[in-house]
């Protein structure tokens, strides 16, 4: 490992090296970035900790990764990860490469054309687990403008402080960011839609784990987490940055695979293929090459970025959006007599453990969708099992300080709203329940729950680790 930290340092030493990362930056020097922060890490676990963008330099002499906040200072930056997946086996992305790049060649076929329908171009980066699109809408902006409309009065709750220096993300910034959020979502069902008949593995959005193949529990993630998240938590990685991602997961790589991988860096695709891509990411001599003669700068898509909106404006989704926030969370003073009554016993064992372990169970998507599918099957809205999602991560059950940064209301409200999302617009199938009693929609949510039968939910979790 001392090898590969030793091979980033010479890397970095490289003047267009360095002039690519900081004009992914926003500038051309410390002074005249506009990014808000940077993170640097090692071989050690992510702490993913805000420092200067003047730091830069001695953050590369030390060999470490690079990350920018999606906090910028002029722009709105918009970012859709694609990953490859794998619960069971981590290191297959890393000892397979050619493997798991083919197998997201139809999302990145779907996602490319849908991008140019709107006319977006972002700019393309390969990492060492998939795709990266990245452009970004000033804020000055008609398309900010819009943006910032569609978050209306749904603006995001809980949100913490911003960071660094206590700094507060400007209200208008935080709000454009929501209402990309709710676009994001709509992008990534059009693509999965587009997708996944052409894809041999599913195709979920975030990490959802899923049902077992010959090569472990194996999927592609459209991940738009980021937008359930304050927009001053989150960041993506530095294009010419080193990836030393498989080292900062070395247990769930194993030991016996990690002396396997050499260096990578994470590269712009800038016209090559995803195949030649990746062959460039593990030579630091060619991607040294690649910074000569390519661009970093985070292309400016108004225009497209209107074209998407206007699409969404107009679609389905829209219309649930609205619904979905239609109605109320039960207030903080009320769920001694609401969300806490929730009755356990009928629920099916995958479900009750959920709500009653919810460390670490209910940080895992799967069991907030499992809960949203069964839940909203039986007559519950979304907005409310949202709440209940997030009356147990605001209750003290060992989080440490798992919620510093992060809003538990945004967290929960976000990834239900996804699934409920996904079942209501046919791209997750409805679970199988015993039929709600006539008077349904009249009886209280703690009463509709004892209509439910187990069929159905134990088959969709094995497989699953508890």
Known sequence: MNDITKTLQDYYRNPSVRSRIMEFLGGDSPDTTTCEYITA????????????????SSKLDDGL??????????SLIAHLDVEYVNFDFAAEAYLDPTRIFELQEPVARAIESLLRHFGIHPLHVLSGRGHHYIWSVPRNSEAFAQLVCLSGEKSPIGATPGRPDAKTVPAALSKAFFGLGLVMEFLAQ???KLASPECLIPIELT???????????????????????PLSTRTTRVPFSGYLKPWQQIHAMGTENIHR?????????????AREGMLVMRDTGCATDLAERVCTGIPNQTTGTLNLVGAYSGSPLKTFHDWFYSED?????????????????????????????????????YYMRLLTRLLMALDWHPRHIAGLIRSKFERDYGWGDQ??????????????????????????PAPRISSPPQSSREIGRSEILATLSPEGFDRDVQGVAA
């Open 329 to 365: 969370q039960d207030p903080v003073e009320s769920w001694p007599a609401t969300y806490d009554r929730t009755p356990l016993d009928s629920l099916p064992a995958h479900a009750r453990e959920a709500l009653i372990r919810p460390n670490d169970l209910l940080l895992r998507p």
């Open 403 to 428: 919620w510093v940064n992060y809003s538990p209301a945004m967290r929960s409200e976000f990834y239900t709203r996804i699934f409920s999302s996904q079942l209501a617009t046919g791209h997750l």
């Open 190 to 192: 059009e693509i999965k």
């Open 41 to 56: 890490d090692g071989m050690c676990h992510p702490r993913r900790q805000p420092v200067s963008v003047r730091e830069l």
């Open 261 to 273: 991988f050499g260096a990578l860096v994470f590269v712009p695709l800038c016209g090559m293929t």
């Open 207 to 229: 990490a959802v784990e899923v049902g077992p193949s010959v090569r472990g529990r194996e999927m592609i993630s459209l991940d738009i987490s980021e937008y359930g998240d």
């Open 65 to 74: 990764d690079i990350c920018r906040s999606l906090w910028d200072r002029e």
